[in-house]
């Protein structure tokens, strides 16, 4: 009877969540490249290997540089920072949760700022390609690393998890869309001036007919 007793007041031990050093890697080399570009747009300088019409620099100079006046890298540097400190402090299942939510966020307006950059600005920035794909692959390395669901109110159900990333996925980039569109160009004579160097560079010729 005592064991029995002694079995049903003892504590039960849980293991505290671990930290995932892979996760927070990805997510400080992320935060180290969109902490660069965000200074270098704060500071009004060119980024390394950035000259004078490349598609970085038409990039930089375009109005989607700048994302509720802030550079629009601040934001992901922010965004990188969230689940790296989440990585750091453990992934519970609420953790998970919160981190993979965010690096949905975050593959979902690094997908719209790419497809804006091929079909929008007609331009290329290689460090916008290297965070979209850092974002990319945190997304994927989360859901690979989602924790077993323990009930039906757990909070990371396939389904709950389905859902909840879809919804943020379309809210992110329906807000991004829409941010930028009630957005006043302030870059504008910037974003000429650099897109002119950039086709003059490319060896872009127009041709034209008067009558």
Request: hydrophobic residues 55%.
């Amino acid at each position: 009877m005592r064991a029995r007793e002694g079995r049903l007041t003892r504590p039960e031990r849980r293991e505290a969540p671990r930290r995932d050093w892979l996760v927070a890697a990805l997510s400080a080399a992320g935060f180290i490249l969109a902490g660069y570009l965000a200074a270098t747009q704060l500071s009004d300088s060119r980024a390394l290997f950035c000259e004078a019409g490349s598609g970085c620099d038409v990039v930089r100079g375009s109005r989607y540089a700048t994302f509720l006046r802030l550079p629009t890298a601040a934001w992901g540097a922010g965004l990188y920072a969230a689940i790296g400190g989440l990585a750091l402090s453990g992934l519970s299942a609420r953790r998970w949760l919160a981190a993979f939510l965010l690096a949905v966020a975050g593959a979902s307006f690094s997908a719209y700022l790419t497809v804006l950059e091929l079909f929008v600005i007609r331009a290329v920035c290689v460090y916008c390609v290297a965070s979209a794909v850092i974002a990319v692959a945190l997304f994927g390395l989360l859901l690979a690393l989602r924790p077993r669901a323990t009930g039906r109110r757990s909070p990371v159900r396939p389904a709950r998890v389905a859902v909840l990333g879809g919804i943020t996925a379309v809210a992110t980039v329906v807000f991004g869309a829409a941010v930028f569109a009630t957005h006043t160009p302030q870059q504008a004579a910037g974003y000429q001036e650099a897109l002119a160097r950039h086709l003059a560079g490319s060896g872009a010729v127009m041709y034209g007919a008067y009558w």
